[in-house]
């Protein structure tokens, strides 16, 4: 059977969400994008909700479709928890605040980044000073950005980059493409040269709902990584940092330790800029509170697909810029774009993220009320 939780659109799942909600009795605000709309001209939206007592003092933030088309599994996540009133076993003194479709634009068009092609886990920076320096990146941009896709282009960018990784190593590759860059609007891992609407709604979101809480616990549903269903927990803290010590309380320090995440990456983690965490990190230390926790991984593409994220960039990029998205010919390129963030087909891989999250919910939870109730 096809799992009722997972679509096909954003539209679709915008559409489930909000009627879950209504049907619990809860009621959903939308942050309409003032001019950005779907690929069907509908409407784009962050809808917003929380679910417990108003003065909790421990709050689960938890966001889907940061990195748009990634939003399909984070999506179906947060439905899968609603239907199954998980609200009702809210911890004492807990709440959740859940935000779905952070960034709308990339959910409905199948794209990771947002209406400014912007990369939102890398536009966190503070703009008002010099944005950070990305040397290498450079070097990287005319492979990575060809006007047409065919076989014989996609073997000679491998083979540029195939020279470049042989001189300098393939994790300066990695680390050019994925750090974040802030001079090439038209390049991959731009992160914006301002904030973006998403920030700013989420900014405001955040200022609106969370003065009162004490301790946020943050969920950012991602997906892309290596290994079939498998979740990896990504926390931005140092290890031996409070920040760490008050994710390992939600996720268990087995699940976090870098040694293990760099395993399950596949390769040592690139840099990383103006990443959403921290940001939200700071705004609720504005607010009085302390945040802890980070992006949570759902695994889809094969250990063996070394190439798979990159490639999917590369589509992603030349989609936008140099084509017409939903033309007939570039379907075969929307569908590896697609289908390196969420499997449509594979119902065992929507099982398994299904059970993994509820799972995840429901620790969390439960960490969050322990570290309310801690005296530190
Ligand atoms: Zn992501």
Redesign the pocket.
């Known amino acids: 059977m096809n799992s009722p939780f997972f679509s096909d659109t954003y539209a679709e799942a915008r559409e489930k969400f909000r009627s879950a909600v209504k049907a619990s009795d809860h009621a959903a605000t939308a942050h309409v994008h003032p001019d950005a709309k779907g690929p069907d001209g509908a409407d784009l939206a962050m809808d917003v909700v929380w679910f417990g007592p108003a003065d909790a003092k421990g709050v689960l933030l938890n966001l889907s479709g940061?990195?748009g088309t990634?939003g399909f599994a984070g999506s179906a996540a947060q439905l899968a928890w609603i239907e199954a009133r998980g609200f009702d076993a809210l911890p004492e003194g807990i709440a959740v605040l859940m935000v779905h479709g952070v960034n709308p634009y990339g959910f409905a068009h199948f794209s990771?980044t947002t209406e400014d092609n912007v990369d939102l886990?890398r536009n966190w920076i503070d703009f008002t000073k010099p944005a950070p320096d990305n040397p290498h990146y450079a070097d990287y941009h005319d492979i990575l950005t060809p006007k047409t896709i065919n076989p014989e282009v996609e073997a000679r960018i491998l083979r540029e980059l195939g020279t470049l990784a042989e001189q300098r190593g393939q994790w300066e590759l990695e680390d050019a493409m994925s750090r974040g860059q802030y001079v090439r609007p038209d390049g991959l891992g731009f992160g914006g040269q301002k904030p973006t609407w998403s920030r700013e709604s989420l900014t405001s979101i955040i200022k609106d709902n969370l003065a009162r809480a004490a301790k946020v616990a943050f969920i950012d549903w991602?997906?892309?990584t290596p290994g079939i269903g498998e979740i990896i927990y990504l926390c931005y803290s140092e290890p031996g940092s409070e920040s760490y010590a008050n994710a390992a309380r939600l996720w268990d320090e087995d699940n976090i330790r870098p040694t293990k995440v760099e395993s399950q990456w596949g390769s040592k983690r690139p840099g990383r800029e103006g990443v959403m965490f921290h940001g939200i990190q700071n705004l609720v230390a504005d607010l009085g509170g302390v945040a802890a926790g980070g992006?949570i991984e759902i695994g889809t593409r094969e250990h063996t697909d070394t190439r798979g994220a990159a490639r999917a960039s590369l589509y992603d990029r030349y989609l936008r810029f140099e084509t017409q998205r939903f033309a007939p010919e570039n379907e075969e390129f929307l569908k590896a774009v697609r289908e390196c963030y969420y499997r449509p087909d594979d119902e065992e891989w929507k099982e398994a993220a299904l059970t993994k999250s509820m799972d995840i919910y429901e620790r969390t939870l439960q960490g969050l009320k322990d570290w309310v109730e801690s005296t530190q």
């Open positions: 940061t990195h990634e990771r886990n991602h997906t892309g992006v």
